[in-house]
């Protein structure tokens, strides 16, 4: 099973397959996802720090076109969170928490 790094909260161990989304908060980071997993709202975005997962989806692509997120942001490697499947070891830094931006998560994505 592949392993998520999170920049200075360590590593778990997730299921193949789960939404990178999904593997965050249910280890206890309080990653925001306030359109529930629908690629509209951005805010469960994470910089992709280390693994095979840079290429963006058409879907990321338009939800950071709608919201005016930077080009230049994506050469930092930013995805969203409710859009990748972890297949392989992945290390992330999460943008939006709950403890960095007082707000609530929003609705759990569905699996
Ligand atoms: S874009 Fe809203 S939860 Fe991912």
Redesign the pocket.
């Known amino acids: 099973m592949p392993y998520v790094t999170v920049l200075g909260k360590g590593t778990f161990e997730v299921e193949t397959g789960k939404k990178l ?1 999904l593997a965050l908060e249910d280890n206890g980071i309080h990653i925001l ?12 975005r994470v910089e992709i720090l280390g693994g095979d997962y840079c290429v963006l989806t058409e879907k990321e692509q338009t ?1 950071f076109d709608n919201k005016d997120i930077e080009y230049e942001l994506f050469e930092d490697y930013l995805r ?3 859009q990748i499947y972890v297949k392989g070891d992945i290390t992330v830094r999460p943008i939006m928490t709950v403890e960095n931006s007082g707000l609530t998560p929003g609705p759990r ?1 569905e699996d």
Not at 33 to 44: D, F, R
């Open positions: 989304v996802h306030q359109c529930g997993g629908h690629a509209k709202c951005t805010t469960c939800a969203l969170s409710c994505p």
